[in-house]
């Protein structure tokens, strides 16, 4: 995973990391399934961090916005860490959020940087895991995600994870600019 990490930084990326704790409220809200009552932490931090969590992503966003918060405008991060299925087992996973500018403001842009673009976002993934291909999300497309700028990533004819825009409600609801997010199985994946 060392190498995946300096891809990342390669691809301009900034490394996070995050409590393996949630708030069972967040994950509901993000449509993500909750590990079982009966496997569940008995005894909680703080009732914010009442569950295991089971996506990068809920962390990464709030970052972003704590970001956003403090004036900046191109807020691209990671976090390589496990997380939980709803029985409680571990796996590893690979996550990122790109928010709002691509660059920083520079003459060479007049000072008006260009937003992240799903062509942007895919161009990143693919520099950090290689020659992989991006197909529609047919059905059941998460409910944080864009319907019609989300896409499944596959390496080697398997999906290993999904990319796309967050949907608008999330996006106004953390308050970002247009954000990018994507999370990969990294049980799928060999560097």
Known sequence: HRELRKRATLAGFFETVHFIFDDKKVVEKWGMSC???KK???NPITSEL???RVSLLPHLVASAQR???NSFKKIPLFEVGVIYNK???ESRSMAFVWSGATQDEHIT???KPPVITFETMAQKVSMIFGMVDFEPIENDVPLYLHPYRSAHIVLNGEIIGVMGQLDSDFQ???DLPVTFVCEVDLEKVTT
Do not use: M
């Open 35 to 37: 590990v079982d009552e």
């Open 40 to 42: 569940d932490l008995i």
């Open 50 to 52: 009442d569950t295991l």
């Open 67 to 69: 970001n956003v918060n």
């Open 87 to 89: 029985d409680r087992e």
């Open 109 to 111: 842009n007049q000072g």
């Open 172 to 174: 106004e609801g953390y």
